[in-house]
């Protein structure tokens, strides 16, 4: 079985700076997908960025990035230039390759960002 | 276009009650999948569908908890006779299908249902 493992229950960020996102995962599988979830007071999942752990280079999607280590089965977030609507509930999940499977959560990092 | 529909938004009921929760999932979207989130926790996997059949009951936590779903539309997850371990909000997701190497499609949430057990 898959587990996702996020270690930071909160975290905090000044407006304009840089924080990121630790997450880390166990698996046996060597193909999957990784991905980091928002989710803001409005309850909805919203897909931030998504990585195939087939492909070495990390992902981007704008402000937001990730340092996907396979090896040590790490995918942190980064996010650049904070903004207040960045405050949010961040969830990382897991999926397996093999067709449309469900998501593995995290337990979510709870980010507030403080003008 | 639209979303992910689910309804009630809210649902506040009895212990011992039955309830009906409704996930209407994106056009053309033929995996469907039930989460419950709990106060302050991460998504728990219940049951997915392809098409209208569900290859993973696994998360569903007992026999009060059931889902079905007519073709590649509509979802129903009911819950019988109602505990209050049960109060969480319960969220849906659907996704189109995957083509060739890209064969997981990014899941796109619904807004959820907050059900209350009093």
């Known amino acids: 079985a898959q587990t996702v493992t996020q270690s930071q229950p909160e975290m905090s960020v000044q407006e304009a700076e840089t924080v990121t996102l630790s997450c880390t995962y166990d698996?046996?599988?060597?193909?999957?997908?990784l991905f980091w979830y928002k989710q803001p007071p409005s309850r909805q999942m919203i897909l931030v960025i998504r990585q195939e752990a087939y492909k070495q280079q990390n992902a981007t999607e704008n402000r937001f990035s990730v340092n996907f280590q396979k090896a040590a089965k790490s995918f942190s977030l980064k996010i650049s230039d904070s903004q207040l609507g960045d405050t949010a509930m961040y969830f990382c999940a897991f999926m397996r390759n093999s067709g449309n499977t469900p998501l593995v959560f995290g337990k979510g990092t709870r980010l507030s960002v403080i003008a | 276009g639209a979303g992910v529909s689910q309804s009630p938004s809210n649902k506040v009921t009895e212990k011992g009650k039955d309830v009906e929760l409704r996930c209407d999932p994106i056009?053309?979207?033929?995996?469907l999948y039930w989460y419950r989130q709990r106060l302050g926790q991460g998504l728990e996997f219940l049951i997915y569908f392809q098409g209208n059949s569900a290859p993973d009951k696994s998360g569903l936590p007992s026999d009060r908890f059931s889902a079905e779903r007519t073709g590649e539309s509509v979802s129903t997850l009911t819950i019988q006779r109602t505990q209050q371990e049960d109060s969480a909000v319960y969220l849906c997701?659907?996704?189109?299908?995957?083509?060739?190497?890209?064969?997981?499609?990014?899941?796109?949430f619904g807004d959820g249902t907050r059900l209350s057990i009093l």
């Open positions: 997701a659907s996704s189109r299908p995957g083509q060739g190497v890209d064969s997981n499609q990014p899941q796109h």
């Open positions: 056009s053309g979207h033929t995996a």
């Open positions: 698996t046996s599988e060597s193909n999957y997908y």
